[in-house]
């Protein structure tokens, strides 16, 4: 088969590493790709929401199967767009159309489906710039913390958490009155605040069956302690050791059956990845949001627990034939460490030269953040690396992580000490 994928960073580059492995795979390219995935396959230089060009480039190089890394093609329809053409229809593509794709673009419409469907979520109530009165009222009825999401999609950055009532009224004046996030919160959605700790479950699906990834629980604050700013990600394990049998049984029956359910009955045209967020609360699962497509650093700890043939299942995904499939894990631990540009998540300068690759003998080094320039890797994101380590325990496989962050030096290099620290106490 020949395999398109569409997207950048962490997660492309190790799904790039995963699907390369396959005795199915006779070529791979990743657009646009970055000098991890250059490693797997080749890079093709375009631009995924370009979708005209997308459709030239898969016609001309014959492209079986095509894997949509981020979320924005889906929300924008691209897989609609490949159904639209004789020529490309036959194209197997890995991605929800439009209307599955509101299950991230939208935090209203999916919590509307999880009500419509029985999946336990947080309280909660929708409010626009016109009802801006009822959402400050809204609040006043609830206990703090007080969740505040705008309803699009905001860059990661669209959730808000705050402990006083006042700065809650006041960012609503922001995100309603002064469209703090443009359109993406032109909505806000206002949730009850669900206290436990969170996780993250990957299905893949074809719209009627689906299998089970690994599970993981990433960590997004940017300080240690899960302090600071809120970032893509600055690490995350696999598998979670508080997600035991007991409690993923509750999650498959609870959550992802009706959601598969939910979406087969919505006729929703549905081939792809379910993300689900979720908290634990005591010992009850609550889904939190919804995306369409891997999550990113969780991606680089998944992928190497996966021993099965990923793209034979991928094309089983494609082809609506994934009854009966299964998917085989590694019983070892994953751990994955992201090292970062100095200032991120906010300011922070691109270009500076990367030291060390060379020594890095382990294959799970995934570059999120890089490029290249007259023959040097350069830091080009805010997320630059995600060193993922492997091992029988949880506590080796961290160690394994580290000792490749301590390999690899460019000038700001910056990330957590503590991933997976509160998982061992």
């Not at 999401?149 to 958490?161: F, N, R, S, T």
């Not at 970032?231 to 609870?254: C, H, I, L």
């Not at 060379?358 to 350069?378: C, D, P, S």
Request: proline share 4%; net charge negative; hydrophobic share 40%.
């Amino acid at each position: 088969m020949k395999v398109l994928i569409l997207g950048s960073g962490g997660r492309e580059h190790a799904l790039a590493w995963k699907i390369a492995q396959s005795k199915d795979c006779e070529k791979l390219y990743t657009a646009p790709g970055n000098p991890g995935t250059a490693l797997v396959g080749e890079n093709i230089d375009l631009n995924p929401e370009d979708f005209d060009a997308v459709a030239v480039k898969v016609l001309e190089l014959q492209i079986n199967l095509v894997v949509v890394g981020p979320e924005a093609p889906l929300v924008k329809g691209i897989s609609d767009y490949f159904k639209s053409y004789k020529d490309l229809s036959q194209v197997l593509l890995i991605g929800p159309g439009k209307e599955g794709a509101k299950l991230e673009g939208s935090k209203d419409f999916a919590k509307t489906f999880m009500a419509k469907y029985n999946i336990p979520t947080a309280a909660y109530a929708t409010f626009t710039k016109d009802t801006l009165s009822e959402a400050k009222a809204y609040l006043e009825t609830i206990n703090p913390p007080y969740v505040l999401k705008a309803d699009g999609l905001a860059a990661g950055k669209g959730v808000v958490i705050l402990n006083e009532l006042a700065e809650a009224k006041k960012e609503l004046d922001e995100m309603l009155g002064n469209a703090k996030f443009g359109e993406a919160s032109a909505r806000v959605v206002i949730e009850n605040f669900l206290d436990g700790i969170e996780l993250s479950v990957f299905v893949l699906t074809d719209g009627k069956d689906y299998v089970m990834l690994p599970s993981a629980k990433d960590y997004k604050r940017i300080g240690e302690g899960d302090t600071g700013l809120n970032t893509g990600g600055m690490g995350a394990v696999s598998p979670v050791p508080f997600a035991d049998k007991a409690f993923m049984k509750k999650v498959e029956e609870r959550v992802v059956k009706p959601t598969i359910n939910g979406l087969h009955s919505e006729k929703m045209d549905y081939v792809g990845f379910v993300f689900i967020g979720l908290i634990k609360v005591g010992d009850e699962p609550f889904v939190i949001e919804y995306n369409v497509r891997m999550g990113d650093p969780e991606t680089e700890v998944v992928m190497p627990r996966i021993k099965s043939d990923f793209l034979q299942l991928l094309k089983a995904a494609g082809e609506k034939k994934l009854a009966g499939k299964s998917l085989e894990m590694s019983s070892d631990f994953a751990a994955t460490v992201m090292m970062v540009s100095k200032g991120y998540p906010e300011n922070y300068e691109k270009g500076k030269p990367i030291l060390g690759l060379e020594k890095i003998v382990e294959n799970t080094l995934f570059h999120a953040g890089t490029r290249e320039a007259e023959g040097q890797i350069l830091t080009n994101g805010g997320r630059v690396l995600a060193a993922t380590g492997m091992a029988k325990t949880l506590n080796e496989a961290l160690r394994n992580a580290y000792a490749m962050v301590d390999q690899i030096g460019f000038d700001g290099k910056t990330y957590r000490k503590d991933i997976g620290k509160d998982l061992m106490q």
